[in-house]
């Protein structure tokens, strides 16, 4: 079963940074649409950012807009988030996600959950004084 790893996660003080890191277990991402997700404790899970299969097109959150770039290494076949200036409110657990589509795209609704099928555990993150 196709499954994705994410890893980078940890806690940092506000105005801090983090990268994340999302590898597939068993194939590599570079075909696939990937989505980055999060949910704080009580909250649902939204989307954060989107990337194409050949990063023609990323998308964000307004949330994030700015302080969040999401990019591929090819090199690695990882997708990353890095993460800038976190608040508070940046707090939770983060999840990758793909579709395995053929398309590639993540289009403008690419913060739908129901067209990703295959999601990582997902990794905290803490940011607090």
């Known amino acids: 079963q196709e499954q994705l790893v994410e890893s980078g996660g940890g806690s940092v003080q506000p105005g801090g940074s983090l990268r994340l890191s999302c590898a597939g277990s068993?194939?590599?991402?570079?075909?696939?649409?990937i989505g980055w997700f999060r949910q704080a404790p009580g909250k649902k899970r939204e989307g954060v950012s989107c990337?194409?299969?050949?990063?023609?097109?990323?998308y964000y959150a307004d949330s994030v807009k700015d302080r969040f770039t999401i990019s591929r290494d090819n090199a690695n076949k990882t997708v990353s988030l890095q993460m800038n200036n976190l608040t508070p409110d940046d707090a939770g657990v983060y999840y990758c996600?793909?579709?395995?589509?053929?398309?590639?795209?993540?289009?403008?609704?690419?913060?739908?959950?129901?067209?990703?099928?295959?999601w990582g555990q997902g990794t905290q993150v803490t940011v607090s004084s």
């Open positions: 996600a793909t579709d395995l589509g053929p398309r590639g795209r993540c289009g403008t609704a690419w913060y739908l959950q129901s067209r990703f099928t295959s």
């Open positions: 990337v194409s299969s050949t990063s023609t097109n990323t």
């Open positions: 068993t194939f590599t991402l570079e075909r696939y649409v």
